[in-house]
């Protein structure tokens, strides 16, 4: 079956850090992949989606980059954090691009 | 209009009673509706996709009406353990646009 991990759970970093977040996927070939943010108490927004190593389509203008070095590995990254990128941040995959989506657990980012 | 709209809540319904809540959308040619069940701090999990004919599942039950675009979530016989954060997600044109979530809180 398929699963999908996401790490760290928590994470707290002062602000002009840099940041890593990756996703794995396992039990499934080329998925589509995804990063959301919920900032508190409001939706979930599309960051960055992907179809394939290498390619990457970015939704909204910011801070943060995506890559996807591996067919099943989606990395989430900023070279300088701000305080506006706290926020709950979740990866998530489907094959097809219409299908349901399945969310890694989630990190808690705060950035101080 | 919002491309997905719900109402946010809170719904607070006593243990046992019968809940529902609808979600609107903008696109006519969306093609796939799912209902997301989010706690806090968690991550959303699937609760049921929607089809046209409605479905059922076990308490929940789900239905589309594509003429006047909303889908609706009716949940019998409340437990407890249904508090939550119900989102509506709506895929069509190459998107995924999920709604902000109606909050439900399940009183004992």
């Known amino acids: 079956s398929q699963t999908i991990h996401q790490w760290p759970a928590t994470l707290v970093q002062p602000v002009g850090s840099p940041l890593s977040l990756e996703c794995t996927v396992e039990?499934?070939?080329?998925?589509?992949l995804y990063w959301y943010r919920q900032a508190a108490g409001r939706g979930l927004q599309l960051l960055f989606y992907?179809?394939?190593?290498?390619?990457i389509s970015s939704e909204v203008p910011q801070n943060l980059s995506a890559s996807r070095p591996q067919d099943r590995q989606f990395i989430l990254s900023s070279k300088k954090l701000l305080l506006s990128d706290s926020g709950f941040y979740l990866c998530?995959?489907?094959?097809?691009?219409?299908?349901?989506?399945?969310f890694g657990s989630g990190t808690q980012l705060s950035v101080l | 209009r919002k491309e997905v709209e719900q109402d946010p809540g809170p719904f607070n319904v006593p243990e046992g009673a019968t809940v529902a809540f609808n979600c609107t959308y903008s696109?006519?040619?969306?093609?796939?509706f799912f209902w997301y069940r989010q706690d806090c701090r968690k991550e959303p999990k699937l609760l049921m996709s929607?089809?046209?004919s409605g479905n059922e599942d076990g308490r929940f039950t789900a239905q589309l009406n594509r003429a006047s675009q909303y889908i609706s979530l009716l949940i019998r016989d409340s437990k407890l353990s249904d508090s939550a954060t119900y989102l509506c997600?709506?895929?069509?044109?190459?998107?995924?646009?999920f709604g902000k979530g109606t909050r439900l809180h399940i009183l004992p």
């Open positions: 992907s179809v394939g190593i290498g390619q």
């Open positions: 696109n006519s040619a969306s093609q796939s």
């Open positions: 998530a995959w489907n094959l097809q691009h219409n299908e349901k989506l399945f």
């Open positions: 039990g499934t070939s080329n998925p589509n």
């Open positions: 929607v089809y046209s």
């Open positions: 997600v709506v895929n069509g044109d190459d998107k995924i646009i």
